[in-house]
């Protein structure tokens, strides 16, 4: 080690040429030794600050970069443990937030105060310094030396320097500061001004399925806090609850208050000042899980929704339903099961069922309640780790004196599971039932989803028609798995429950998806034939442009005892260029009406038995066949003329449909047969066995011994090439 301070030597009485120095030697040697005396003590002092110093150029340079390196770690050590706190909270059932003021770390204001540079009164714009930072739809608060402070919430990020306010400014500003808060925050602690406001950063550690708790510690004084929460980007604050106070620091008290949603949130916290009218004073604030979130179960204990508590008149079927399944980690539901008891807090147990999958209901089995009678029922639910729920709370419900109902329908067709269905398929149910009394139908409620429990319906319809089944009038998307279900309703015993729901995949045709309903396809998918009578719309498909379009006419109704032959509808053919996406209505003209009531109907108009027209838009259309003429009498020989056809518009080609054959009367047993489209005329003075050959689209009705019967109804046809 090489010494800094070297040892001062004596100076000589004379030097080497015998001269005596300009010094006096005696005076000199004698403060010499105390010099010495101090470089040595001084000596490793100097050795200490120069390793000390180190290859800076200083003391003072070694000294801040040290005090530099050791606030980074303090910083990053601190960083690295609360967010590695964070991750742990996350992971369990319990969580915690911190605002302590001061520590970026533990703060609840992310966002560096900006200066404001101008608002308007009653304009919605506010220029700042910078946007850079701002949240669309978060809350801040503008205060300054001039003008009150005021809250408002960012609507749209207008440019770097400007953003447009949810509601109009009230103050004319050209300063001002815009925080999340106007507290003044100082180390470790915030004094608050009468009627100051924070808003927080979105805070995410409260449960989704819970509420939550707020700790703050303020002081003594009279200041009255009040706190307010929603969850992201929701419109409505909603109050939070004052719950206790607590003393655990003299000279403050920790008010604890339930946050009422959870998930992802966003606090207010507004304290105004007492009567004193003195700052108040926040030590920090605390978010945390409730107590009963941080006791969370596996899968979410499930609530009895229907019967209603305490319903009464309940039938022999009641369907159970609790609300939606959840699990905390997220797993798929396995099963539900259902119980039903005769006794108050669920004595003695009667009824038990299982419902496998995905469910939140189930139908109660006949022949397992009786009449006039009090249950109790309760479900839970199990996940795809075997997991249970709790119970459910057990509620009441009172079946009535008499089980009348309309019988749960079964689905009949499509079969459970059915692909290279229909894109239209007909949904049939089951035949009406009544239960405990005499019942006939009224109407069917159809439904079609993409899921076993409906969440998703795509098809929801009512069929009043009478009949148990139902053409879907709009195309299913192909190669989806779709579930359906029926309800039956009753003229006097209101509606049953719904089918079990089955499923079924559409099949691939063809003609593209979602381009027609209510018709059927070609066996090669290159045509369309709509031959049931109604009106349709049609949405031309990507792909489909030249087609042949044909229409045909309904015929017209025959006659009573052997008069003449209905009328044959119109036909009419056009080639025509269709444009993806246009929409048509397609309109199948009915047949003539059939007889009905007394004789005097034998004697309608003509006009009043023709058939009606079909149409493909205002493209081309075709006109129904006219009534044949009746004879006189009952039936009396004669020459009775059969009814003229119809006629095509607007067609490439337009045809005259076939007149009716004659008729020679039910005396003379010579009957004729309708006309039929494209001219071709109905036979004459046939036998009534020849007279009822079968019949085609728009084909007229023959005449009968008896009432007449319907004409046939029109149809319309499309047929195609695709590009």
Known sequence: MTKILQTVPEIPEFDEEGKAPAAVPSLFNKGRAVVNQNFEAAEPILQDVVEAKGDEESLASRLSA???????????SAVAVSRAQELAWKASDEGFSFEMFGDEVHSWRNFKPVAVLKTVKDDDSVDVESTANLRVGSSYVIFGETGRAE??????????????????????????????????????????????????????????WSDGRMVIRRDSGDGVVSIAARQVDAAEWQAAEFLESSQEVSGTRDETYRIPVGGKIELRVVIDSGLKEEDTRVSHMMLLTSPKAGRADAVRKPVNLTPANEATGVMETP??????YRSLYGLDQNCAEFRIASGE???????????????????????????????????????????????SEPTAFSTG??????????????????????????????????????????????????????????????????????RVTQSLPQNVVYYWRCRQTGQAFSTSAWSVPTSFTPHEVILPQGAFCGGTVDSDGKGILWDVPGTFEFTVPDGLSEVEIETIGGGASGTCWGGGGGGGGGYAKKKH????????????????????????????SAAL????????????????GMGGQPTSGTGNAGTWSGGPGGNGHGGDINETGGRGGTGGGREADQYATGGKPRG??????????????????????????????????????????QE
């Open 680 to 721: 071709i005329d109905g036979r004459s003075r046939i036998t009534l066995t020849e007279a009822l050959e079968p019949t085609e689209c728009g084909q007229g009705a023959p005449s009968t011994s008896g009432g007449y019967p319907a004409g046939n109804p029109g149809c319309v046809r499309i047929s195609w090439r």
């Open 66 to 76: 040290v005090d530099t390196q050791l606030g980074a770690l303090e910083s990053s």
């Open 151 to 208: 809250t408002v919430v960012v609507k749209k990020i207008l440019t770097a320097n400007r953003f447009q306010a949810l509601s109009n400014l009230t103050v004319d500003r050209t300063s001002g500061t815009l925080s999340r808060t106007n507290w003044a925050i100082h180390s470790g602690y915030a004094t608050v001004p009468n009627g100051g406001v924070l808003y927080s950063k979105p805070l995410d550690v409260l449960r989704y």
């Open 609 to 624: 038995r023709a058939g009606k027209t079909s149409s493909f838009g205002n493209i081309v259309s075709s006109t129904g």
């Open 345 to 391: 807090g669920m004595a003695d147990v009667i009824y038990t069922a299982t419902e496998n999958g995905v469910a939140l209901s189930h139908q109660v089995a006949a022949d397992n309640l009786l009449t006039d009678s009090i249950y109790w029922w309760q479900c839970r639910y199990q996940d795809s780790e075997e997991v249970w729920s709790e119970w």
């Open 319 to 324: 369907t159970l339903t609790a609300n939606a």
């Open 401 to 470: 004196s008499i089980f009348q109902y309309v019988a749960q329908p079964e689905n009949v067709a499509p079969a459970d599971g059915a692909t290279n269905v229909f894109p239209c398929p007909t949904l049939q149910c089951s035949i009406f039932q009544a239960v405990g009394g005499n019942d006939t139908l009224q109407s069917i409620h159809y439904q079609v989803a993409t899921d076993k429990n409906f969440t998703t319906v795509v098809y929801d319809v009512t069929d009043t028609t009478g009949l148990n089944s139902h």
């Open 577 to 604: 260029t269709l444009v993806s996406g246009e929409k048509y209505t397609i309109t199948v003209g009915e047949g003539g009406p059939v007889f009905v009531g007394s004789n005097e109907n034998c004697y309608l």
